[in-house]
């Protein structure tokens, strides 16, 4: 089964861009981060002689002097941990005799090169290091865009000890050791001494914690994970102490098994949020570093459970496990902790698991030059990006998993996998220079550690019964499959009942607008047609029609936060013609009438043409053309159900409606379902889907380029193997012709006003369709709690220890400043007005959503 994963490292190599890069070009993209990234992977897949020539490469193109600002954090575990894990493999087989007889320490130079353009950073009071900081320059302030941030993510701090420690050690300059050391005693020391918990986000200056939730997931977790492997690696049980005083502490207050909840360090009886994210997948792993068996496998099989549910691991999901955040950038975490769950337990219940890994990345990421990241599990659209850590990590720990021991070239217990599965070897802890960081033990011998275990236990004697792991999985697995219940319904809040309900209320009906005005509620139009509801009770006819306003507003943002917690079900617009062939993927938008995709294991599949008029708002003239085929429409001048009859009427067998406010995506703005007219649709037989005015013109483009564009309308994306069983594909998919994904994202975060008397719906004004605030075509307000429990809301992302690859170090690494600025920053100018623009044009034009939703979560906090 590994065989499989070799394909990418040589199929990698056949993938290009097409296109002469001229001399210039070549010169700003000299640093490869993923090819160093990857070196040790190389070694562990036995391709010794593709790491010899990449080796080669590294030490002939790369330079690290180039005046951009990185991340120190995404810099040290994947390029400072590349070159290290490079360095130890070339030693390795130098010693062996075979290979890399010229090696001369030339990728521990390089370590040591990038050590010292990172050590600027550490150049603050408390030891804690910026977060960013420029590879020529170091960290002089403004003018080197760096050393005007403030803040830090704790594991961005905390995970520097076994890349620092070992390039001390590996060299004998203890540097840079005594600095991840010192940023590590600060962290301990500002720890909540009452919980001894770790706050998620911490001033570099003053120390103060800005973000007091706490949790084992982004944020915090390789610092969790740093503080025992450091023991492991460097022998000091200062580490081990440490770990143990905090893992006390997250399984009394963090983890209920089989959910790991965040809490806050001052009040850890208090959950700070009702959702989970996907990087706490590495901690049953960590808990088989730790020896603590029985939550790891809880915790794991809630973590496959919910992949088998969602084909992969959301970015986050909720505590009765729905989608929260829809994106999977191919984290490798999940598999990790399959890895180390076998490795310790044997038991084949784990190969199943990274089967199902295998199966779904084979079925639903991979694309002809490598794998894609994941859009939306739900609807199965890729994102252009195939981050380092890919082939770094889950390379690695799936060949592993499968391997036999005759397999690897090494003993892999002779090593350390740093949190980006990097090869540190255990030797280190034996270096003479150890004795330069002796252990400061003053606060720690006031610490009882006598329940602390200091050795793992074996499995075979916790686990004599073969049935005992079974039993400990099957309650979870039903727990998880049973069908999410729906919120109870709503009961409004004090005496009387509001002439409107929210549930009945209908953007233009001329009543019910009467009725909000006499009520003191208006409508405010927005310049992106959605219409904004504002209370002001000095406005009401009385003051029992302002306490009706008041609980209208209420019930209005109770059902918009009931939308967010339901998570809208999108469904998948699949282009299945040729060049396409079921690639592209658009996210839509569903009708509250018609066909239910959901509920069809086929979908509805065809050809797309334009209905004309183009608003299907009167009789279709051209009916010859439309039968039989999915009929494209405009949004606006009458109802979604009016248009759906009209194309009915004239034979289509499905609808797309395509927004008419330009420059509108769902990369911006909420998706929402498509609601009646206000009297039975029952005569609606065939499904209507929505695409907001970017993806439509993707659409649009393909139809115009290709004359013709057969779509599938379903729940979501297909395999493309069953699309085209009829048929093998064509060989243009395996040759190595690498076409852009063109997909679209759904981001349901919303985008509200803080004032509880405010909320906004994404619907136009009477002159366009009808939606109900009931079913989603709202963007609510936010709901308004304590302001301890507000500052903890709704965190992304972008607060990650893992944040997109070129966000962090990535494509900073490759380029100047000011050409990253237009490559990796916003969106290109001109987007709006994309009908002059080809389809491939498009499609490579695309963002990434994963930062769009990002950015958003920063500006709503």
Request: aromatic letters at 8%; glycine letters at 6%.
């Amino acid at each position: 089964m590994p065989k499989v994963l070799f394909l990418l490292v040589l199929l990698g190599a056949r993938c290009s861009l097409g296109q002469a890069m001229s001399r210039e070009e070549r010169h700003g993209l000299r640093f490869s981060l993923t090819l160093i990234d990857t070196l040790d992977t190389l070694v562990l897949l036995n391709k010794t002689t593709e790491f010899e020539a990449a080796v080669r490469r590294v030490l002939t193109d790369v330079r690290l002097d180039n005046d951009i600002v990185v991340s120190v954090f995404e810099t040290n575990i994947r390029v400072l941990g590349g070159l290290l894990g490079g360095h130890s493999m070339a030693v390795m087989l130098k010693d062996k005799g075979q290979h890399m007889q010229w090696y001369q320490d030339e990728l521990l130079h390089m370590a040591t090169d990038l050590g010292h353009r990172l050590l600027p950073a550490f150049n603050t009071s408390s030891g804690l290091p910026y977060p960013r900081v420029n590879l020529r320059f170091g960290v002089r302030g403004p003018e080197t865009r760096t050393g005007t941030e403030t803040d830090t993510c704790t594991a961005c701090a905390g995970t520097m000890i076994l890349e620092f420690a070992a390039l001390s050690r590996f060299t004998g300059d203890p540097v840079f050791e005594m600095h991840a050391r010192r940023a590590l005693d600060f962290l301990w020391e500002k720890r909540q001494r009452n919980s001894n918990l770790v706050g998620t986000t911490i001033n570099i200056h003053s120390g103060e914690w800005v973000r007091r939730d706490s949790g084992v997931g982004a944020g915090i977790d390789s610092y969790y994970e740093y503080l025992l492997k450091a023991y492991i690696l460097l022998g000091d049980d200062l580490f081990l102490q440490r770990f143990n005083i905090h893992y006390a502490s997250i399984m009394k207050y963090i983890s209920q098994p089989p959910l790991l909840l965040d809490v806050h360090i001052h009040k850890p009886l208090l959950p700070a949020r009702t959702w989970m994210d996907s990087l706490l997948a590495f901690f049953p792993g960590l808990q088989v570093l730790k020896g603590d068996i029985r939550p790891a496998i809880e915790t794991h099989e809630m973590l496959y459970q919910v992949t088998k549910k969602h084909n992969f691991l959301p970015e986050a999901f909720t505590t009765d496990f729905r989608v929260h955040w829809a994106q999977h950038p191919l984290r490798p975490e999940f598999a990790e902790s399959t890895y180390f769950l076998y490795k310790a337990t044997g038991d084949p219940y784990y190969l199943e698991a990274g089967r199902t890994i295998l199966d779904n990345l084979n079925r639903f990421a991979r694309v002809p030059c490598g794998f894609a990241a994941m859009k939306d599990v739900r609807t199965g659209s890729h994102e252009d990006r195939m981050d380092s850590f890919f082939l770094a990590e889950m390379f690695k720990y799936l060949f592993l998993l499968f391997a036999d021991a005759e397999d690897l070239p090494f003993d892999v217990e002779d090593y350390v996998f740093t949190t980006e599965a990097h090869l540190l070897p255990l030797s280190l802890s034996t270096a003479g220079h150890a004795t330069f960081f002796p252990s400061n033990r003053t606060f720690e011998e006031e610490l009882d550690d006598s329940n602390f275990d200091w050795t793992c236990p074996n499995t075979r004697l916790l686990f004599p019964d073969p049935a005992y792991p079974r039993n400990l999985r099957d309650p979870i697995r039903s727990a998880v499959d049973k069908s999410c219940p729906r919120p109870p319904p709503y009961r409004e809040p004090g005496m009387g009942r509001p002439p409107l309900r929210a549930q009945d209320f209908m953007a233009n009906n001329a009543e019910h607008l009467e009725l909000l005005r006499r009520m003191g509620v208006s409508l405010i139009h927005l310049k992106d047609g959605r219409v904004q509801l504002v209370q002001h009770a000095t406005q009401a006819v009385s003051a029992v029609a302002a306490e009706d306003g008041v609980r209208f507003m209420q019930e209005m943002m109770e059902l918009s936060s009931q939308q967010q917690k339901e998570q809208l079900p999108p469904r998948a617009i699949q282009i299945v013609s040729h060049p396409f062939l079921g690639r592209v993927v658009l996210t839509a938008g569903p009708a509250q009438f018609g066909i239910d995709l959901s509920k069809s294991s086929t979908g509805v599949r065809g050809f797309v043409t334009v209905a004309e008029p183009y608003s299907g708002c009167t009789e279709i003239t051209n009916a010859e053309y439309v039968r039989g085929h999915i009929a494209l429409l405009q949004r606006g001048q009458c109802m979604f159900a009016e248009k759906a009859r009209h194309i009915q009427q004239a034979g289509a067998i499905g609808g797309i409606v395509i927004d008419d406010n330009e420059g509108s995506s769902s990369d911006t703005a909420p998706l929402f379902q498509m609601a009646g007219d206000g009297r039975s649709t029952d005569d609606i037989t065939m499904p209507l889907l929505f695409l907001f005015h970017k993806e439509g013109n993707i659409l649009l483009e393909a139809l115009k380029e290709y004359r013709e564009a057969e779509v599938l309308l379903s729940d979501k994306a297909r395999d493309r193997a069953n699309i085209f069983k009829v048929k093998p594909l064509p060989a243009s998919l395996t040759d190595g012709d690498c076409l852009t994904e063109a997909t679209t994202p759904t981001s349901f975060e919303p985008i509200g006003q803080s004032e509880t008397s405010t909320s906004e719906l994404d619907q136009p004004a009477a002159e366009r369709e009808e939606a109900s605030p009931v079913e989603q075509d709202t963007s609510p307000a936010e709901e308004v709690g304590p302001p301890e429990e507000q500052e903890q809301e709704e965190e992304s992302p972008a607060e990650d220890a893992r944040p997109p690859e070129g966000e962090a170090a990535g494509d900073e690494l490759t380029r100047p400043e000011e050409e990253r600025d237009s490559a990796d920053g916003e969106e290109p100018e001109g987007d709006a007005d994309s009908g002059g623009q080809s389809a491939d044009e498009l499609l490579a034009d695309w963002r990434e959503d994963l930062e769009a939703f990002q950015q958003m979560e920063k500006e709503e906090l």
